[in-house]
């Protein structure tokens, strides 16, 4: 069985490597070398987050500025839950603090299961892969770098397709598999045609306790309290209120696809999970966390990225206004908002 050190070890001459060749090569390239790429899969409670931290740490401690991409909706170690996000990381993660952010690349996908929208999930993921590319091939540094992967627990039925999704679509060459002999057979089989993909199998971190539903529901109301109020409550959001119409809020995911009469006979129209749908304010909105898009108009929301989150303090329906927590003062960056399932209860 390959240790963890090990696997550092590879990592590291892989980094090397793309660097001398990047150092190398006399013009920029749409296809540059590029650094290990490890995504690292497993079982809930496997340890999956601990190795990623400590393989980043590692990376950092050699002078590195790797990548970490989180696709954990159901925890979220770069911002709250319910989203899929990268960062590059230049020091070690902290145990408590967690990950140190620049300029964090975040999606939201609004819930904290892929299965209650699994093709928005696919297109999120897809999007944060493109964004990514673009970003590395105009800096060698952290192209050289690479990446590092983390991944939810889900590993069976659709969890193990989404897995496979992941791994193609991020392209993945160093395939970590944590506390499975199943899992690891199954991509073993699977991933064989794929020339250059390293699968390795690791043991179950040591040390790693089981965690229950309540935990890790308290887990997120924790994470989603220390965005708005800071690690140790050493911050203060700001309260703004906003007419009804100075906003616009949309749910991915809803809405008949097509009407009944332009379906075949006998066939029932089906909902579209990428369709955007406006949202008007009621009190179903009340403690609900909405995402800022970077989108220009709505027809762009499903390919844009965050600027960050506001929280639902209170809706007057009879003046048509709505309170509203951020974590800075002055105006929001965009009027466009996204909505989930994502609530929050002070």
Not at 230 to 246: C, R, T
Request: overall charge neutral.
């Amino acid at each position: 069985m390959v240790s963890y050190v090990n696997v550092h070890a590879v990592l590291e001459r892989r980094r090397r490597k793309a660097k001398e060749a990047l150092a190398a090569s006399d013009a920029p390239s749409t296809n540059p070398p590029a650094g290990p790429r490890c995504i690292v899969v497993g079982p809930t409670d496997s340890g999956k987050s601990c190795l990623v931290r400590m393989l980043l740490g590692w990376a950092a401690r050699e002078g590195w500025k790797p990548t970490y991409a989180d696709l954990d909706i159901g925890q979220g170690s770069i911002t709250i839950p319910g989203t899929v996000a990268a960062t590059p990381v230049e020091m070690p993660i902290h145990p408590i603090e967690g990950v140190p952010l620049d300029l964090p690349l975040v999606y939201f996908y609004g819930h904290t299961t892929p299965s209650v929208n699994v093709d928005l999930y696919k297109v999120l993921v897809k999007e944060l892969a493109r964004t990514l590319d673009i970003q590395l091939v105009s800096n060698s540094e952290v192209q050289a770098a690479g990446m590092v992967i983390n991944t939810m627990g889900w590993v069976d039925g659709v969890g193990y397709e989404l897995l496979l999704h992941a791994i193609e679509t991020l392209r993945a060459d160093v395939v970590l598999v944590l506390g499975q002999e199943k899992l690891y057979s199954m991509l073993q089989e699977v991933l064989k045609v794929r020339p250059g993909v390293d699968i390795v199998k690791l043991h179950k971190s040591g040390g790693v306790v089981n965690r229950n539903s309540k935990y890790r529901q308290r887990t997120r109301v924790l994470k989603t309290k220390e965005y708005f109020y800071g690690l140790s409550n050493d911050l203060s959001p700001h309260s703004s209120v906003a007419n009804f119409s100075d906003l616009q809020v949309f749910r991915i995911g809803g809405g008949p696809q097509a009407p009944r009469s332009a379906l075949p006979i006998g066939a029932e129209p089906t909902a579209d999970p990428t369709r955007v749908v406006p949202v008007g304010f009621s009190r179903d909105l009340l403690h609900v966390v909405l995402a800022v898009s970077f989108a220009k108009d709505p027809e762009h929301l499903l390919s844009s990225n965050v600027a960050g989150f506001i929280y639902i303090n209170e809706i007057d329906m009879q003046r048509k206004k709505v309170t509203y927590m951020a974590p800075c003062p002055g105006p929001l960056p965009s009027q466009l908002l996204l909505a989930g399932s994502l609530a929050w209860t002070e």
